[in-house]
C-alpha cells in the first residue's frame, strides 16, 4: 500500500511540475515581431492522392493570396491518384497561370507523400519551400508571413486548427489536435522542437538538401513534418513559430471511425522515431499522466486515490480553457471537460495500433 501511494503520487508530482512547465511556456509564447519588405520567392508544394473534391478550395484560397504572382508558384504533385485529381487541379491553369501539375515517379526507396515531395521540390524554382495539404484552405497573408519568418529562420511551424464539425469522432480529433499544438508549441518554445503539422510549414531548400532529402527520413510513411524537424534540430537550424492568427491554415476532415484510427496510428507512428530526449519527456508526460488518470482504480484501497487524477483533471481542463482561442479552437467548458475524459484512454489504444501500423499514407 506505501508504494503505491509512493508510486502515483510521484507520477502526480511528476505531471503537476511538467504540466507547469507547459503552462509557462504557453503563457510566454508571442508572435515575433519579424519584418521583411523584401519578397524572396516561394515554391508552394501539396502532395495530392485523390484529392479531387478537395482541390478547388486550396486552389481558390490561394488565388486570393496578397503575394506577388511573380514571386511564387503552386506546383502539385499528383500522387498516382484513381480519381480526376490531375484533371481538376490542370483545370485551374488559366486562373493561376504560376500553377504546374506535375505526376509523382517511382522511387527506389521512397513511397508515398514523401516521395511526391521529393518530386516537388525537385521540380521547384524558388529556394523556400511551403507546405500545405490538399484538404486546406490557406489564408490571404500566408506567404506574406511565411516571407517574414524566412528572413530570419531556417524552417516555419505553423498553427494548423481543423475546421470545426459537429459529430462526435471529429470533435474527438479536433480535440486531439488542440492537445498536440498546445504541447508541440510548449515544447517548442522552451527549445525543443519536435512536431509540426505539414498543413503549414515552410523551410529553406537548404534544409532539406543538408539533411539528404527526404530519404533521411524515410523510417517509416508518415512524418514527412515530424522527421525532418528532427533532422533540422540535429542540424542546428533556426527554427521559428508562426503563431500570428492570419498565418493559421485549416483543414476540413470528415471521419468515420476507421479513418480516424489508422490515421492517428499513422501519427503516432511517427513518434516511435523521434530523438532519445523526446521520447525520454515524452515517456515522462504520458506516463505520469496515464498513471493519475487510472489511480482511481485504487480508491477501493483508499480514498487518497482519488486525489491525483482529480488533480490531473483540473491541470488538462486550465490549459486546454485557457490558451485554445491561441490556436484556433472554442471548445465550451463542459465540452473540454468530457473530452478530457476520453483524451487519455484513446491515447494508449493509439499507441497500441501504431505498432500494427500499416505503411501507406491514403
Known sequence: MTALVIIVFAAAIIYLLMSAVVYYSLSNLREDTIQSNKKSGISIIVAAKNEAANLPVLLNSIRKLDYPKEYFEIIIVNDFSSDKTFDVATSFNALLT?????????????????????????????????????DCEVPPKW????????????????????????????????????????????????????????????????????????????????GDDDLLLREAVKNRFKIGLMIDRNSFVFSRIRHNFTDYFRQKARHTSTSHYYSSRVKFILAAWH??????????????????????????????????????????????????????????????????????FKKRWR
Not at 504560376?98 to 525537385?122: F, T
Not at 470533435?171 to 504541447?183: D, G, Q, S, V
Open 98 to 134: 504560376n500553377l504546374r501539375v506535375i505526376n509523382s515517379q517511382p522511387h527506389k526507396s521512397l513511397s508515398g507523400k514523401k516521395a511526391a515531395l521529393r518530386e516537388g521540390v525537385k521540380a521547384s524554382k524558388f529556394d523556400n519551400i511551403a507546405i500545405t495539404d490538399a
Open 143 to 222: 506567404l506574406t508571413l511565411i516571407n517574414s519568418y524566412l528572413s530570419k529562420k531556417d524552417l516555419v511551424i505553423g498553427i494548423a486548427p481543423l475546421s470545426e464539425e459537429a459529430n462526435l469522432i471529429d470533435r474527438i480529433a479536433l480535440y486531439e489536435n488542440l492537445k498536440a499544438h498546445l504541447h508541440g508549441f510548449a515544447s517548442a518554445n522552451i527549445g525543443i522542437p519536435y512536431t509540426a503539422a505539414a498543413r503549414n510549414f515552410a523551410y529553406k531548400k537548404k534544409v532539406i538538401n543538408s539533411i539528404g532529402g527526404y530519404e533521411a527520413v524515410n523510417e517509416t510513411v508518415g
Open 287 to 356: 506516463l505520469s499522466g496515464m498513471i493519475c488518470f487510472f489511480s482511481f482504480l485504487l480508491s477501493l484501497l483508499s480514498s487518497i486515490f482519488v486525489l491525483p487524477i482529480i488533480l490531473k483533471f483540473l491541470v488538462d481542463y486550465l490549459i486546454a480553457n485557457s490558451f485554445q482561442n491561441k490556436f484556433g479552437y472554442n471548445f465550451a467548458p463542459h465540452e473540454t471537460a468530457l473530452l478530457n475524459l476520453v483524451y487519455d484512454p484513446l491515447l494508449v489504444i493509439h499507441f497500441i495500433n501504431s505498432f500494427r
